[in-house]
Nanobody, 118 residues
């Protein structure tokens, strides 16, 4: 059974930084695309960043140059380093895992709140 547990959210001032962590159990990153999504109040959940095979990354235009997704295979953990945070980054951030081979299951974490405010 795959489980994804996020941590690292909180309140930060505009321009500040946070690092989110997603501890994954039951997964092997080599056969998963791991990602971070976010959902702000009243809005749909949106892609933030994904990483496949530990090196191929993809970012939403709104976070390019500010956020970095990475993995630590030894710790089975996915990170999202967020710099130069803006109020519009405020959302619940969710960790996601998509299995690349059959069965192509998809998993979600419970989410962690990020609030950017002065």
């Amino acid at each position: 059974q795959v489980q994804l547990v996020e941590s690292g959210g909180g309140l930060v001032q505009p321009g500040g930084s946070l690092r989110l962590s997603c501890a994954a159990s039951g997964t092997i990153f080599a056969i998963y695309t791991m990602g971070w999504y976010r959902q702000a109040p009243g809005k749909q959940r949106e892609l933030v960043a994904t990483i496949t095979g530990g090196s191929s990354t993809n970012y939403a235009d709104s976070v390019k140059g500010r956020f970095t997704i990475s993995t630590d295979n030894a710790k089975n953990t996915v990170y999202l380093q967020m710099n130069s945070l803006k109020p519009e980054d405020t959302a619940v951030y969710y960790c996601n895992g998509k299995r690349l081979i059959i069965p192509k299951n998809e998993y979600w974490g419970q989410g962690t709140q990020v609030t950017v405010s002065s």
